[in-house]
């Protein structure tokens, strides 16, 4: 039986990892589309399309792009607001629909509008970014050769060889390091703590916060509905987590999501700032859940196990005793730690503090480290 050249190629891309895949692609002087798919965390299925031209990277993108679309979504990513007057311009000169990728971008590039240093750009970090998602995984890869998008960069039609994507994503995984092990994964999910968007008072984070940060869409999830490298967003996670402000749940081997296995502590207080100062103090070692009221903390407990609580004496409504006596009479509660936060310093006031059934009484301003020691007699 005779196999050809195609034929043959496709079965050995198919057996190989996906880097391995893409250097037999490089090795044969493969041109056409690339669809890669694969199953990541929470059973989510990922795909996209990469590009090559004679074994060449070119471009990579979730489908595959007419030259109209592929004009577009450069402008939007050069935040270009003259696009459709370029597309005009370009349309009179070169048939969109059945002209070359390359005879396109040079016909753009001859206004001035951009430069080819642009376009390369453009298209390395979108190659860079989307094989940076899909290397941890196990991909299908099948073969598109039917597909082909003739694109090059400056006169010379340069393109990216698949040895060199591979040192710049290995220069990509020094700058990730620095911010292990806060974010391990793409697939990681930051998630806000409870009360603290009250507490923000830098609009730009708090519109962020509010609009993306919802507890289900990934790292990768979000910098890719932004348009943005997830190494520009990956500091702001990262000191956000360093902030208190937000949590960082992890992908498991078994592609499940979990959060971290720290000990949780509710702190009940009224005050904001002593709240942002809690969450700063504690949040690298314990997850955080704020509650500003006594009645809001029993919800909190009827819903989520707590393994400490930090209680502050006066509040509105019901204070920090009757809460404690109140929380003691539940059998579930009767031995869950309670440390209580207050400005209240006198003997009488810790009496009270003891007969409600707290077990330690600590005065405000606290000393984090004299706070941290106690929480660490008790979880």
Request: net charge negative.
């Amino acid at each position: 039986m005779v196999v050809n050249k195609a034929e043959n190629m496709a079965a050995v891309v198919r057996e190989n990892s996906l880097s391995k895949s893409l250097l037999e692609l490089q090795k044969g002087g493969y041109t056409g589309a690339v669809k890669l798919s694969c199953t990541c965390a929470r059973d989510r299925s990922l795909q996209y399309f990469c590009f090559l031209q004679d074994g060449s990277l070119t471009f990579a993108n979730p489908y595959i792009p007419s030259n109209k679309d592929f004009i577009n979504i450069l402008g939007k990513s050069l935040k270009l607001g003259y696009i459709d007057s370029l597309l005009d311009f370009v349309s009179r000169r070169v048939d969109l629909g059945t002209g070359s990728t390359y005879e396109v971008l040079h016909t753009i590039v001859s206004t001035k509008a951009i430069t080819w240093e642009d376009v390369e750009k453009f298209c390395l970090q979108r190659v860079l970014i989307i094989l940076e998602r899909l290397l941890p995984h196990q991909c299908v890869v099948d073969l598109h050769e039917n597909v082909k998008i003739d694109l090059g960069f400056g006169e010379d039609q340069h393109r990216f060889s698949c040895t060199e994507v591979f040192q710049q994503l290995a220069q990509r995984q020094k700058k990730w390091r620095q911010y292990a092990p806060v974010i391990r994964s793409l697939e990681d999910i930051p998630v806000v703590h409870n009360g603290v968007l009250q507490t923000i008072t830098h609009k730009a984070t708090l519109v962020h916060l509010e609009k993306w940060v919802n507890g289900e869409r990934t790292i990768a999830d979000i910098a890719e509905a932004l348009e943005q490298d997830p190494l520009v967003l990956a500091p702001l996670y990262y000191h956000w987590v360093q902030e208190g402000l937000i949590e960082i749940h992890h992908i498991s081997n078994t592609n499940e999501t979990k959060t971290k296995t720290v000990p949780v502590i509710l702190s009940v207080d009224d005050s904001p700032i002593v709240q942002s100062m809690l969450r700063k103090t504690l949040s690298s070692d314990y997850e955080v859940i704020c509650a500003g009221s006594a009645m809001e903390a029993l919800g909190v407990l009827n819903r989520t196990h707590v393994d400490l609580i930090l209680l502050d004496v006066t509040m509105p409504e019901i204070d920090g005793f009757e809460f404690c006596r109140t929380i003691r009479k539940i059998s579930k509660f009767k031995d869950t730690p309670v440390i209580m936060l207050t400005a209240k310093d006198g003997l009488i006031d810790r009496a009270k503090g003891h007969l409600a059934g707290t077990n330690r009484y600590l005065t405000k301003p606290v000393n984090p480290d004299e706070l941290l020691e106690a929480i660490r007699e008790y979880v």
